[in-house]
């Protein structure tokens, strides 16, 4: 069973500046998805980005990106010039590519607080 | 167009109550997941739905059940209410099973046991 594990309970950055938040992960597949996920406050989770695992490069989304090193089955998101809309919990999930069951497998989760 | 609806948003029961959740996904949308998430916990699967057939399932009690129907929106139906099922219930939709399709969460539906 694939397992998502999220370090970082909470953290906080001033406005403007760089984050990053970190996510590990487990399993026995070659092949899989990867996602960042926001959840504000008003909680309808929104997709932040997403990381195919046979692709080296890693991706990025304006002022979102990752950073994918799949030899250490970690993925981590770093946020650059963070605003206050940023603030949000964070979820890590992992999704198989292949079988017929696509579920995500989700990490607890990173509270993030940007601060003014 | 709309997202991914969810009815009721909040929901008070008592312990060994019966409820259902309804969920209706984006326009054109074949899968539906449901979605568990305790407070201070990340979501936790509990159904995936695609074409009106159960393609998976979370390791949740018989005392879920859950179906999709020909229009695609679907019911989660939860029975004999615990305390633990207090939770924040979430459907998301997706194109289809197969593939990087995205899911698309809805609002949720927060279900209080009393």
């Known amino acids: 069973a694939q397992t998502v594990t999220q370090s970082q309970p909470e953290m906080s950055v001033q406005e403007a500046e760089t984050v990053t938040l970190s996510c590990t992960y487990d399993?026995?597949?070659?092949?899989?998805?990867l996602f960042w996920y926001k959840q504000p406050p008003s909680r309808q989770m929104i997709l932040v980005i997403r990381?195919?695992?046979?692709?080296?490069q890693n991706a990025t989304e304006n002022r979102f990106s990752v950073n994918f090193q799949k030899a250490a089955k970690s993925f981590s998101l770093k946020i650059s010039d963070s605003q206050l809309g940023d603030t949000a919990m964070y979820f890590c999930?992992?999704?198989?590519?292949?079988?017929?069951?696509?579920?995500?497998?989700f990490g607890k989760g990173t509270l993030l607080t940007v601060n003014p | 167009d709309a997202g991914v609806t969810q009815s009721p948003t909040h929901l008070i029961k008592t312990r060994g109550q019966q409820v259902t959740l309804r969920c209706s996904p984006i326009?054109?949308?074949?899968?539906v997941s449901w979605y568990q998430q305790v407070l201070g916990q990340g979501p936790q699967f509990i159904f995936q739905?695609?074409?009106?057939?159960?393609?998976g399932r979370g390791n949740f009690p018989d005392r879920f059940s859950a179906r999709q129907f020909p229009n695609y929106s679907s019911e989660l139906n939860v029975n004999a209410l615990l305390l633990g099922d207090s939770a924040l219930y979430l459907c998301?939709?997706?194109?289809?099973?197969?593939?990087?399709?995205?899911?698309?969460f809805g609002p949720g539906t927060r279900l209080t046991v009393t």
């Open positions: 399993t026995s597949e070659n092949n899989y998805y």
């Open positions: 998301a939709s997706s194109l289809s099973a197969v593939g990087l399709y995205e899911q698309y």
């Open positions: 739905y695609y074409e009106k057939e159960e393609r």
């Open positions: 990381q195919e695992a046979y692709k080296q």
């Open positions: 326009s054109g949308h074949k899968s």
């Open positions: 999930a992992f999704r198989n590519s292949g079988g017929s069951n696509y579920k995500l497998t």
